[in-house]
């Protein structure tokens, strides 16, 4: 059946081809919708891409299709039309009867009460502004088309059962043919045998041959750093393989997220000399009030935003590393250029060759973000995505929404990308009771 989609400006500023996504049924825009896109047009951030992007595909559908707000046809089927009432709405019963928000939902209960045979739904990722919607009895959705199940995220780990002669058979030769398709590629496999002397063993599926393989982490650890559970122990190895070109990384505050990406790349940058660059970035996010503009130069304004990162590099490199370097070790990795430690702001536009790429707290990012991170991966590049589903300090995305699940969800089982989902906390017994409990 034939359905009314009314949007909210949220939707397009988070997605400008939301439009093209509602398949054959009619699409709404209140006028508002443009009014309040026009004022983000100039915004440098994503928000003002996605309103010139918005703005630039209107207007292509209105040269080609003619008047909007008489509707122009979609290629799948649908109509779309800029909806202009009579006189501003206003919600006479609300705190703010002129409101943006108020005033987008009163034009979407005149379009119900004006055809009530066709079913009419507004589409919003404001949360408040569902439930308001639902108070006036208007059937409301959330934007899914880029939704992911968090809490059905995959885990990255497969149990496999197996018999005691296979299980033997792995331990000597580090190989274990299997052809099953419920594995995918970089899937990382327990073997588990049940037999009266129950036993288990690790290993990861390489899906060009069809086998899973022994973990290949150092026995004494890398930097230092050795590995406190199975999850942290595929994490390494998947770190530290390189035609793994692009791992996800999952968990809350504690399971060693950050430091065991750093060790890594600091271990095939540094050490071994696989790449030529460690870089280091995070989005600049507060949490909680923001403190305004910083003084000093860029470096020094800078400087609050990657502590978090100096903070584990510091441990690596002088308080707990393999080799403890020293402060000297430490400055001279920056200062040749070895280790770079900078902001996501300026990654447009660049091309990273031959790096080891990595991006602490990427839930703050949005899927659009995440993507052209990636996409600045030159030859050699292997790039590693970290962060915690459940703390994001940006507005505009939340679990479900954010860059990093859905690059987990829509990139799983390609033969480039590894993921593993760390529940354990390793930072301190204390940590991972406020972890759990608060």
């Not at 995959?154 to 059962?161: A, Q, W």
């Not at 003084?295 to 609050?304: R, S, T, Y």
């Not at 017994?429 to 406020?434: K, M, R, S, T, V």
Request: net charge negative; aromatic share 6%.
């Amino acid at each position: 059946m034939k359905k009314t989609y009314v949007l909210d400006t949220n939707i397009l500023l988070h997605d400008p081809y939301a439009i093209f996504k509602f398949e054959d049924n009619d699409l709404i825009l209140p006028i508002y919708i443009l009014e309040e896109i026009d004022q983000f047009k100039r915004d440098n951030a994503e928000r003002g891409r996605n309103a010139r992007t918005v703005s630039r595909l209107l207007d292509a559908l209105r040269e080609r299709g003619g008047s909007l707000s008489e509707g122009v046809k979609l290629d799948d089927g649908g109509m779309l039309r800029v909806y202009v009432p009579d006189h501003r709405p206003e919600l006479p019963i609300a705190l703010q009867p002129d409101s943006g928000d108020h005033a987008i939902m009163q034009c979407a209960l005149d379009l119900r009460d004006a055809d009530p045979a066709t079913p009419t739904i507004f589409v919003t990722m404001d949360v408040n502004l569902r439930i308001r919607a639902d108070a006036f009895g208007l059937r409301t959705e959330s934007y899914e088309n880029q939704a992911v199940d968090v809490d059905h995220l995959d885990t990255g780990v497969i149990e496999l059962p197996v018999t005691a002669a296979e299980l033997d058979a792995f331990f000597d030769a580090g190989v274990l043919p299997r052809r099953d398709g419920s594995l995918y590629a970089n899937a990382c496999i327990v073997l588990r045998d049940d037999s009266a002397r129950p036993r288990t063993g690790l290993g990861r599926f390489h899906a060009e041959k069809s086998e899973v393989r022994a973990l290949r982490t150092p026995r004494d650890g890398i930097m230092g750093i050795r590995p406190r559970n199975k999850e942290q122990s595929f994490a390494l190895d998947l770190l530290l393989d390189d035609s793994v070109r692009l791992v996800t990384m999952v968990g809350k505050a504690g399971t060693g997220k950050t430091l065991l990406a750093l060790a890594a790349g600091l271990k095939r940058t540094a050490e071994d000399g696989t790449y030529a660059r460690l870089l280091v970035s995070r989005p600049v996010m507060p949490m909680g009030r923001d403190l305004g503009y910083l003084p000093g130069d860029v470096e020094e304004k800078l400087n609050p935003w990657m502590q978090p990162i100096f903070d584990n590099l510091q441990f690596l490199l002088v308080a707990g590393g393999g080799k403890r370097r020293g402060i000297r070790g430490f400055e001279e990795l920056f200062e040749s250029g070895q280790v770079q430690v900078e902001p996501l702001t300026y990654i447009r536009g660049r091309s990273l060759p031959q790096q080891y790429v990595i991006v602490d707290e990427a839930q703050n990012l949005t899927p659009h973000e995440v993507k052209t991170v990636v996409t600045r991966c030159g030859e050699g590049t292997k790039i590693v995505l970290t962060g915690d589903p459940f703390q994001i300090d940006n507005p505009y995305v939340d679990s479900s929404t954010n860059g990093l699940t859905v690059a987990v969800d829509r990139l799983r089982g390609e033969a480039l990308i590894g993921h593993m989902l760390l529940s354990k906390g390793e930072r301190s017994e204390l940590a991972n009771i406020a972890a759990n409990k608060l």
